[in-house]
């Protein structure tokens, strides 16, 4: 079993900037892949990044590539999201998300996934 606690959310100006943490508790990390998924208001779950099981491969969607960055650290048990040039729209909470198969790669499928956190909300401000 996998406990997955986010941190890091809070609010920010647009422009601005905010790293979020998934800590990882029960298990190793270490051949996860891993994601972040956001959901705003009266909205459905959206993907936002993943990333392989050794950080060698990401993939993004389309409304946040070149401004988040997926990263993680297998030491730690961590991993995070860089979040830059932050938009109004990008208020949500976030989640992050454990694929405990054994050939787990980056995917924006939620349904990859078998571990999820609680979230941690994003307020962006205009």
């Known amino acids: 079993q996998v406990q997955l606690v986010e941190s890091g959310g809070g609010l920010v100006q647009a422009g601005g900037s905010l790293r979020l943490s998934c800590a990882a508790s029960g298990r190793t990390l270490g051949r996860f892949a891993m994601g972040w998924f956001r959901q705003a208001s009266g909205k459905e779950r959206e993907f936002v990044a993943s990333?392989?099981?050794?950080?060698?491969?990401?993939i993004y969607a389309d409304s946040v590539k070149g401004r988040f960055t997926i990263s993680r650290d297998n030491a730690k048990n961590l991993m995070y999201v860089q979040m830059n040039s932050l938009k109004p729209e990008d208020t949500a909470v976030y989640f992050c998300a454990a694929d405990s198969s054994i050939t787990a790669v980056p995917s924006y499928r939620p349904r990859n996934y078998d571990y999820w956190g609680q979230g941690t909300q994003v307020t962006v401000s205009s």
């Open positions: 990333i392989n099981w050794n950080g060698g491969s990401t």
